[in-house]
């Protein structure tokens, strides 16, 4: 077959895969199609406000979860501290009411026994009472978390510990210990090994 | 057929009125050009049922992004550049993926009657072509789109180029080497001296 008539039937062949017509409804389907987008447009939102709806839903619920579940496990531990405790105030909110009973104590302008200056006691005061505000919601139900005022730094005093006294001791004396007999080994004793293989050829 | 109302209007003059909310102008453009846009796809997909729908939709995406429309090429390289991009989506879809390898394209719509032959001629071209249409259908599908689409004879090499996506001069050689193929093929199997 020549080369012309093979490149003949090539075209027409390749020419005849594409050679057909839609249907004669394409038309007005595509019209049908628009007016329903429209329709569809209008009637409600559009499908990227769809979109961004369950995008916001979903960060709404991812923010809740995770803004919720230290606040439970703050709960589930104030609740099995209280049942242990079984009515006595929590320890940290017991030293915290101690550390608030002296400062109430301490008259304004004047230092501390431990050195801490009234202005700070007053500030750590009010810290305290925000606390036990927030635990009294807590109990109620609802978490209130007061505004803390700024915290001034803390300032100790020199500290002298108390000079140790030793009381008198005394130590028994170690008792007589009994004589113990030890087996001599064999020479050709295999029991022991020497550290040196060599030693033993 | 056309109605009289938009006979003679042009593609841009459409485009304008269509941009406008005219419905039955952009319906006069789906009717100027579903042949090109049928077989555009037809030619990527190998299926009526699949072109169809690719056309379809091709229209409406097309209606949708009218105001991107910048003249800057013709509105139907436009129209068959969407219609191509969607068609190249559909073939590389699990499903139609599926389909081919269930039933060859060439064996399903690529089959095509012997209107205007003698018998005798039809019984002699018909294993030739058939040889060619499965030889087709077998090229690599850049070599097989280029060579459909510039068989066609819908469009220039330019306007295929532009819905290609590639310069002339590659197409031109795309439409050459997938017919040194077939030549190839073919003579494998008994039909030329290549």
């Known amino acids: 077959m020549s080369d012309a008539r093979l490149d003949a039937a090539i075209d027409a062949v390749a020419r005849e895969m594409t050679d057909a017509e839609p249907s004669g409804a394409l038309r007005a389907r595509v019209l049908a199609r628009i007016e329903e987008g429209r329709h569809r447009t209008s009637a409600g939102l559009p499908r990227w406000a769809w979109a961004g709806a369950a995008a916001g839903v979903v960060l709404f619920v991812a923010a809740a979860v995770w803004v919720a579940i230290p606040l439970r496990n703050q709960d589930a531990a104030q609740s099995t501290v209280a049942e242990q405790v079984a009515g006595a105030p929590p320890p940290a909110a017991a030293s915290l009411e101690r550390l608030a009973v002296q400062s109430d104590a301490v008259p304004p302008q004047s230092a501390s026994p431990e050195g801490m200056p009234a202005a700070a006691g007053r500030t750590r005061l009010a810290a305290v009472r925000g606390v036990q505000a927030a635990e009294i919601g807590s109990e109620q139900g609802f978490h209130t978390v007061p505004a803390l005022p700024a915290i001034e730094p803390l300032r100790l005093a020199a500290v002298e510990p108390a000079p140790l006294h030793v009381a008198d001791m005394e130590i028994s004396p170690i008792t007589e210990m009994p004589s113990i007999e030890i087996r001599s080994l064999d020479p050709g004793s295999h029991d022991i090994q020497s550290t040196d293989p060599k030693k033993e050829k | ?194």
């Open chain 2, 1 to 194: 057929m056309e109605p009289v109302s938009t006979r003679g209007v042009s593609d841009p003059e459409l485009v304008e009125r269509a941009r406008r909310g005219d419905d039955a102008a952009f319906g006069t453009l789906v009717d100027r050009h579903r042949s090109a846009v049928f077989r555009a796809a037809l030619a990527a997909l190998g299926t009526r049922e699949d072109a169809e729908e690719v056309a379809q939709e091709a229209f409406v995406a097309a209606f949708r992004h009218l105001q991107d429309f910048r003249e800057d090429a013709s509105f139907k390289t436009w129209l068959l550049s969407i219609a191509w991009r969607k068609a190249l989506t559909r073939r590389r879809s699990v499903k139609t993926l599926l389909r081919r390898f269930v039933q060859p394209p060439e064996d399903a719509e690529w089959q095509v009657p012997d209107a205007g032959r003698t018998q005798e001629q039809a019984v002699l071209d018909r294993e030739l072509r058939g040889h060619i249409r499965r030889e087709i259908s077998r090229l690599a599908p850049k070599l097989r789109d280029a060579l459909l689409l510039a068989s066609a004879g819908e469009q220039s090499y330019n306007d295929i180029a532009g819905v290609l996506g590639i310069p002339v001069g590659t197409l031109k050689w795309r439409v050459n080497e997938a017919r040194r193929r077939l030549k190839a093929r073919l003579a494998e199997v008994g039909y030329g001296n290549v």
